[in-house]
């Protein structure tokens, strides 16, 4: 269940001015989102069907935050309660004092308790996955593409033959940055988590570092570069780099293809997410 923060506006009697209520952290990492198979029929512009898709998950989250505030909203009212009647008693002492004495002026009455007013803070977590996803795809897009630009720059002798050096250099370059060939949703399940859509993934951030970043590693061995090095004889001939050009310049262009996905359906949400949010903006909770 979402973490559903209560802001009150009001604080009357020493009740609390933010009251919190939610599942603790660990589950609420399991939220997954649908990868980008599931909106493939945004590339036909069927509207309709992603204003379906975001209302059901609003509903959903929707239906999580009124029972969450019920509960939230049962202890202020419990609260108020016992304020109002403790309040109560205090005048009907007073009154019996003064019955008691024969007074017959009317003493000062304390002031009638308060209602308080709260505020929802209505945020479905799926809008802020899908705004990661989207962020990641771009920072990945963008990394596609420099290592395009940036595996040519490797061909020092420009015989457009890749070896020896060269070739060891290409081949930390391919294996640095292999996940941007596997896409967001590396374990395939049709979903993506928080630690997928995440853009903090540890990718160099330039073609130069990916040259660098495995060196060791490939120095270390007899590496050849999967599927690309296909005679394994440790050179990328001009055909074999073509074939590494294309690869991530289609990575590139599915990457920029989901990053437009994950941003429509980002927008969709938010401005669904803000209509349905107005009705929690302010709720006012009275002594019974």
């Known amino acids: 269940m979402p973490k559903i923060a209560l802001f009150v506006a009001l604080v009357a009697l020493g009740l609390t001015s933010q009251a919190t209520a939610g599942a603790p952290a660990a589950e609420e990492a399991e939220l997954k989102i649908p990868n980008y198979a599931h909106f493939m029929f945004l590339a036909a512009l069927d509207v309709k069907k992603l204003d379906t898709f975001t209302e059901k998950v609003l509903v959903e989250y929707e239906k999580k935050v009124v029972s969450e505030f019920e509960i939230e909203r049962k202890k202020i009212q419990d609260e108020l309660n016992k304020a109002a009647a403790e309040r109560n008693e205090r005048e009907r002492r007073r009154a019996r004092s003064r019955t008691k004495k024969g007074e017959t002026e009317l003493a000062v009455k304390e002031d009638e308790i308060k209602p308080v007013r709260v505020r929802v803070n209505f945020s479905a977590p799926e809008l802020e996955m899908y705004v990661s996803a989207a962020k990641a795809c771009r920072e990945r897009e963008a990394l596609a593409r420099k290592i395009i630009e940036g595996l040519p720059a490797l061909d020092r002798d420009n015989d457009g033959v890749l070896a020896d050096d060269e070739y060891r250099k290409a081949a930390s370059m391919v294996r640095s940055t292999a996940k941007l060939l ?11 988590s928080k630690m997928e859509v995440n853009p ?3 990718l160099p951030e330039s073609a130069a570092e990916a040259a660098r ?7 270390g061995k007899e590496y050849h570069i999967p599927a690309y090095d296909a005679d394994k004889n440790r050179s990328l001939s001009i ?5 590494v050009s294309i690869a991530y310049s289609d990575a590139a262009m599915q990457f920029k293809t989901e990053a437009e996905c994950y941003e429509q359906v980002a927008r969709t949400l938010e401005t669904r997410q803000s209509t349905i949010g107005a009705k929690y903006e302010s709720i006012e909770i009275r002594p019974e």
Do not use: Q
């Open 182 to 192: 596997r896409g967001l949703d590396t374990n395939g399940d049709g979903k993506l």
């Open 239 to 243: 055909t074999e780099r073509k074939a």
């Open 200 to 202: 903090e993934s540890n």
């Open 213 to 219: 970043r495995d060196l060791a590693f490939v120095n």
